[in-house]
């Protein structure tokens, strides 16, 4: 299945964008989803029709993020639009949608989704992203466009409990590790993506400690 048109869109939708959510951390995401689901399903075929479902909600799944994005609504329905274009059936519209409306951490705070097959590997694939020399990058990029500080002593991380809470405290990005990144690899789903969850977790957390030894000078 060609998903040329779904990429041209992503790359239309995250033009200029600069805090980690760009294009090509969608890239990323959907040649990752698509490596581990196909290192999970080895008899699975790289043309397959669930791997272009994979594909299609990686590339998307940022087109209709809040932090993003001032009107998921109308990217939404733009979606909805184009894929039935592109040959997907309603059920497999369903899931992409269901996924990419569903996938991301703060969604998921007060309950978690069961999200379809296609959507675990894609919800896997962009939390790996947050994890990592990628992820370390990732999360100064978005502190500093927000206005956050690196590290306070004073302001101590917190439990998240709920959507609005995550979005509306006041935190620092070292502590953003601790409140969200440390927490990622325990709510992985697929067999590859906690394997790696694991590798970047252990990199960032070398990271931190690097990180406290010389701020603790």
Not at 1 to 6: A, L, Q, Y
Request: glycine share 6%; proline share 3%; hydrophobic share 35%.
């Amino acid at each position: 299945m060609d998903i040329s048109r779904v990429i041209d869109f992503t790359k239309k939708q995250l033009a200029g964008e600069t805090t980690g959510h760009d294009f090509y951390h969608g890239q990323r995401v959907a040649h990752l989803a698509k490596k581990m689901y196909l290192a999970d399903y080895p008899h699975a075929h790289e043309d397959s029709r669930i791997v272009a479902i994979i594909e299609t909600g990686a590339y998307l799944h940022d087109t209709i993020d809040e932090k993003v994005c001032d009107n998921p609504d109308e990217v939404i329905a733009q979606i909805k639009k184009l894929l039935p274009e592109l040959g997907f059936s309603e059920l497999e519209i369903e899931d992409i949608l269901f996924t990419i409306q569903h996938m991301s951490f703060s969604a998921n705070i007060e309950k978690k989704y069961q999200l379809p097959l296609s959507g675990q590997y894609v919800q896997d694939a962009d939390r790996l992203e947050s994890l990592g020399a990628i992820g370390i990058a990732r999360a100064f990029t978005y502190g500093g466009k927000h206005g956050n500080k690196i590290y306070d002593p004073e302001i101590k991380p917190v439990k998240l409990i709920n959507h609005d809470q995550y979005r509306g405290h006041v935190e620092t990005t070292i502590n953003h590790f601790y409140e969200k990144l440390f927490l990622l690899k325990d709510l992985m789903n697929t067999p590859n993506g906690k394997k790696e969850a694991e590798r970047r977790t252990a990199y960032m957390q070398d990271f931190i400690e690097e990180f406290m030894t010389e701020w603790n000078v």
